[in-house]
């Protein structure tokens, strides 16, 4: 091959990635808000058949279940197999969740008899958010140069938190005025769409060869961590960020309901501030990541999330209180941008997969451990209670991060 044909391909390729970086985006962004409605409505939909917090906590637990039981051995499987394909696999579930859900529900088959559909559905979801989140992020891999993996991992948050950020006021919208029946199929119709998006995506696959097994590859991963001590530090500070994410999901709607007196639209839209905080910070880490010391503003953030959870379980106006959550939602906004593209940057392809796995795994059992806590302790003493020991228990796990984790306070 000469050098002109070499930089044709290259050429070729370079605006293939451009366009599949698109379509991956589109895609992202379009099934994780979808993905995030499902999950809300199978939450808040439990506690109007069953009017159990303890029990909405257990859904969100059985969400992350699977991550719990299989997050170890994906990451490998995501370093030797086809990520594309992956992707193309389980992103079918939700899809299908949420067609089983409208259809019960429409057919008036649905009821508190079978809440435990409730919980097998969550744990199919679950099974598919094993793979789906470290697979977009390593796909990153495939699209982008290693140098632009960083921004290109914070683009990819950004569209996360806005997912997770917008969906409580979307379906608080829709149910204002549909039918639970109608809120799901149009769940599924807006993952549908979101789907064709994947399908447009083309890249070169870069599956693995080797002979490794999954536990060698697995013992690859951990030996990488062993060796980059501010990998486990930004892990460990990942469960202590985002724990308030658990009470977010099953406290704060009842919170709104009860002690804010919202009604269903207006705690769409006070769920909603949270969104656009987490918008705000995620685009303000994007601009402005390389002017400030990482290190430094993730353990402020952090200690900040937990000053404020004390205050809104102490605040009963509702402007206050949503004020209160933007705040929060741009330090959670600052946090999910910055801690995994630092993890990106400082991560070789070929253990990717593994180190985004333990992430994701942290990423979501800790907000699902803190949602069945919190919710039984918003059952047994209230949901400001509940909300406060949130508060108390971040802003103790900043302090001692912030003494011990002497790598990431190094971190530039």
Known sequence: MNKSESTQIQNENGTFSKKSLLFFYANTGVTLLAGNMLNYSLIIYSLDIIGSQTFAGSIFFTNVLPTILFSFFVG???????????????????????????????????NYDLRWILILLAAYNGLALTFMIPGRLTLLGNLVDAKDTGKATMMLNILIIVGFGLAPMIVGLIKQKQDWDILFYTIAALYLFGYLFLILVRIRETVSVEKETIWEGLKTGLLFLKSEKVSVELLILTAFAIFMVGPMQVVLPQFA?????????????YMGTLGLGLFIGGIGARLLHDRFHRGYVMLGATFLTGIIALAISNSQNAFLSAALLLTTGILGGLLSALIPSTLQLITPDGVRGRVMSFYSLIFQTTPALAGLLTGKLADLYGQPWSIGFSGILILISAIFCSISFTKLRDLP
Do not use: P, V
């Not at 394909?85 to 008036?108: P, R, V, W």
């Not at 009860?258 to 705690?267: H, T, Y």
């Open 76 to 110: 490998a499987i995501l370093d030797r197999y086809s990520r594309l394909k992956i992707l193309y696999l389980f992103q079918t579930n939700y899809i299908l969740s949420a067609l089983i859900m409208g259809i019960l529900i429409g057919t008036g088959r649905m």
């Open 257 to 269: 309901k009860n002690i804010l007196l919202l009604n269903e639209q207006g705690r769409g839209l």
